[in-house]
Antibody, heavy 116, light 110 residues
Framework: EVQLVESGGGLVKPGGSLRLSCAAS????????MIWVRQAPGKGLEWVSS????????YYADSVQDRFTISRDNAKNSLYLQMDSLRAEDTAVYYC?????????WGQGTLVTVSS | QSALTQPRSVSGSPGQSVTISCTGT?????????VSWYQQHPGKVPKLMIY???ERPSGVPDRFSGSKSGDTASLTISGLQAEDEADYYC??????????FGGGTKLTVL
């Protein structure tokens, strides 16, 4: 059974940093692209970032470019999102999901709140 | 890049059919056959309902179907059931392993 479990969310002040993790199991993690998607409270889904199976390609939404860094550790079956210079508008539930063309498995999400 | 355009809400009675549109541009919906649709019930995780414009994942009822014409994709739900009431999001590949979502449509089953 495919499972994706996010962790690392919490309350952080504007300008602060946070690192999200996504632990994957039930599939060959090193063979699949992964993405992060976020959803602000009461709002729609927003694609945030993608990373290829070996990390050779990495892309970001304009809204997080130069502030967020996606990475993965295939030996640990884990995906990460380093979030720096956080802003109030980054407040959202962050989901990790599998694949780059469509997203067939999603984690349960982790809430990030940016507030002073 | 702006989100794909979806109607904010649609409604239908049980047994009826409803169609949700998703309008993009020649750079996303019109350029690729990588349109997908997601169902999200309140407080729940999004669920893949349609991929590659019209393909259904295993376990998704055949009441759900997808299509595309030019820059507009559509999700049709036939034989509406109460449990179909949810938010629906379209998503399109935009090139270079990036994607964009629609703003979401709230489906109300009357």
């Amino acid at each position: 059974e495919v499972q994706l479990v996010e962790s690392g969310g919490g309350l952080v002040k504007p300008g602060g940093s946070l690192r999200l993790s996504c632990a994957a199991s039930g599939f060959t993690f090193s063979s699949d692209s992964m993405i992060w998607v976020r959803q602000a409270p009461g709002k729609g889904l927003e694609w945030v970032s993608s990373i290829g199976p070996s990390g050779t390609y990495i892309y970001y939404a304009d809204s997080v470019q130069d502030r967020f860094t996606i990475s993965r550790d295939n030996a640990k079956n884990s995906l990460y999102l380093q979030m720096d210079s956080l802003r109030a508008e980054d407040t959202a539930v962050y989901y990790c999901a599998r694949r780059w063309d469509y997203f067939d498995y999603w984690g349960q999400g982790t809430l990030v709140t940016v507030s002073s | 890049q702006s989100a794909l355009t979806q109607p904010r809400s649609v409604s239908g009675s049980p047994g009826q059919s409803v169609t949700i549109s998703c309008t993009g541009t020649s750079s996303d919906v019109g350029a690729y056959n990588y349109v997908s649709w997601y169902q999200q019930h309140p407080g729940k995780v999004p669920k893949l309902m349609i991929y590659d414009v019209s393909e259904r994942p295993s376990g998704v009822p055949d009441r759900f179907s997808g299509s595309k014409s030019g820059d507009t994709a559509s999700l049709t739900i036939s034989g509406l059931q109460a449990e179909d009431e949810a938010d629906y999001y379209c998503c399109s590949y935009t090139g270079r392993y990036t994607s964009i979502f629609g703003g979401g449509t709230k489906l109300t089953v009357l």
